[in-house]
């Protein structure tokens, strides 16, 4: 099966990656899941996927420190990032997001229609 894209879903929390596969298998989407920073910066690496699902609160490495070492990577730093977060998306966040230049933000839980269309968006896919 030809997939249209392959995103790499970076959360500490294994159910967030599984809701998200199911989410976007529809769109006929692989998700492949890293269960933190460093394994996500890994496979990465080897094999930098069409856009990053990331999370921000994660203990050994946060999502930012992850941002931080794509961004400075030659293979990984134009490969777009979508941070999803449990937080609400304060004034300060947003401010944030807009100087770090990540190209979206989805709050959690989200609404499955949010994040495919946001999907869509940075990967310039038509939706169905």
């Known amino acids: 099966?030809?997939?249209?894209?392959?995103?790499?879903?970076?959360?500490?929390?294994?159910?967030?990656?599984?809701?998200?596969?199911?989410?976007?298998?529809?769109?006929n989407i692989l998700v492949e899941g890293a269960e933190g920073g460093t394994e996500g910066l890994a496979m990465m690496r080897k094999n930098p996927p069409d856009a990053v699902l990331?999370?921000?609160?994660?203990?050994e490495m946060d999502g930012w420190e992850v941002y931080k070492q794509m961004r400075a990577d030659e293979?990984?730093?134009?490969?777009?990032?979508?941070?999803?977060?449990?937080?609400?998306?304060?004034?300060?966040?947003?401010?944030?997001?807009?100087?770090?230049?990540?190209?979206?933000?989805?709050?959690k839980p989200f609404v499955p229609n949010d994040l495919r269309s946001s999907l869509s968006r940075i990967l310039g896919l038509a939706t169905s």
């Open 1 to 27: 099966m030809e997939y249209r894209a392959r995103v790499l879903c970076i959360d500490d929390e294994p159910g967030v990656v599984e809701l998200v596969s199911l989410i976007l298998k529809s769109q």
């Open 54 to 59: 990331l999370d921000i609160m994660m203990p």
């Open 75 to 107: 293979t990984l730093k134009n490969v777009p990032v979508i941070i999803l977060t449990a937080r609400n998306s304060s004034f300060e966040e947003i401010i944030a997001r807009e100087r770090a230049g990540v190209n979206d933000y989805v709050t």
